[in-house]
């Protein structure tokens, strides 16, 4: 009978192993009368979603955070979170830090960099523009990326001091801060980049296009352009260059970011107009997102594109198609841990053994 019980227990434990599943949520606007123009960044443990709120009959905008718990919050020049718009300021949140901090734009002042509990930061605008636009951060937020009104590349330092690197835009900085990449434009045209203050511009071989991600160690960049002939979705590595990784059969395709690894890539590929979501692994190669995850979403629903992912490439934020209707997805990608599942197998084994002895 004792051993029963422990068997049971055990049963129970390994079940809670596993509680964790797949899981889409659907999110839906605040209020009727406004709708959201764009959701950009997920947390790396995909409770935060940021954001911009735009009202529809004033078309102001807002920058907020968004919880599955809270809902819609939207920024103070304070440092605080609040429920009400008329408590927050015009403007556009771009993106968030690994470690909270929210940068975006602010209505007629320029870039911004927000954190929770301090006042608001204003970024410098580099001599000679009249505004910029941040795009990425650091973990930590103290490296901020982005581009000018003069079509300049600017990285921004912790003292909101920006320094122009290059003629382009700077799309991705790693998580240290270290490793920039974007698009740069040169006499020969348009092309992928990866800079560092060390040895400053390498220019990627993919014509054309621009890098949007980079991996942590800066090791893997991925983007779009014209690799060895073929445009599309590219990832390049310090050892084996640059690749297209989407198959061949689609119009158009870009990589829009990358794993902290480096080994898990999401963008969208299209074709006729119509957009699908990919994710591609070193494992597993190319797929799209809508067939891997039918079993989550109504028949008719698809996975557009791929607006941002967590470090761990776990998370992803984006939009889904519906006839008559868009919505904005986040995605838990989460597999239970196989070793829950073993156990649990090794628990009803044993049990039902003891049963057939008896």
Not at 177 to 194: E, H, K, P, S, T
Not at 223 to 249: H, K, M, N, Y
Request: charged share 15%.
């Amino acid at each position: 009978m004792k051993r029963s019980i422990l068997l049971m227990i055990l049963m129970l434990f390994c079940c809670g192993l596993t509680v964790e599943a797949q899981r889409i949520t659907l999110i839906r606007t605040p209020i009727q009368s406004g709708n959201i123009s764009s959701w950009n960044d997920v947390s790396p443990d995909g409770r935060l979603v940021s954001g911009t709120f735009r009202e529809a009959s004033t078309s102001i905008t807002y920058p907020f955070v968004w919880s599955a718990t809270e809902g819609f919050r939207y920024l103070t020049l304070q440092g605080d979170l609040t429920s009400d718009t008329s408590q927050s300021f015009h403007g556009r949140a771009h993106g968030m830090s690994g470690g909270g901090m929210v940068f975006g734009y602010r209505w007629l002042q320029g870039a911004y960099r927000w954190r929770p509990g301090q006042a608001l930061q204003m970024l410098r605008t580099p001599s000679g523009a009249d505004n910029a636009t941040p795009h990425a951060a650091s973990w930590d937020g103290s490296v901020v990326v982005g581009s000018d009104t003069r079509g300049r590349a600017v990285v921004w330092n912790a003292s909101g001091v920006p320094r122009t690197i290059i003629q382009g835009s700077a799309r991705d900085v790693s998580a240290d801060g270290r490793f920039v990449v974007g698009g740069i434009m040169g006499d020969d045209g348009l092309g992928a980049f990866l800079w560092t203050q060390e040895t400053g511009i390498l220019r990627l071989p993919a014509w054309g296009g621009t890098a949007y991600g980079v991996s942590d160690d800066g090791q893997v960049v991925v983007g779009d352009g014209l690799v060895q002939g073929r445009a599309g979705a590219f990832r390049w590595t310090a050892e084996a260059g640059a690749t297209i990784i989407s198959p061949t059969g689609w119009d158009n395709s870009v990589a829009r970011h990358v794993s902290a690894d480096g080994a898990i890539v999401v963008g969208a590929v299209s074709r006729g107009g119509s957009a699908n979501a990919f994710r591609w692994t070193e494992s597993g190669g190319f797929e799209l997102l809508t067939d891997t995850y039918r079993h989550l979403l109504p028949a008719d629903m698809i996975l557009e594109g791929v607006s941002s992912m967590s470090p761990d490439g776990r998370f992803l934020i984006g939009y889904a198609d519906r006839p008559g209707r868009t919505y904005v997805y986040l995605l838990d990608t989460m597999i239970p841990e196989p070793s829950g599942v073993l156990l649990l197998g090794l628990g009803l084994g044993l049990f039902w053994k003891r049963r057939k002895v008896k």
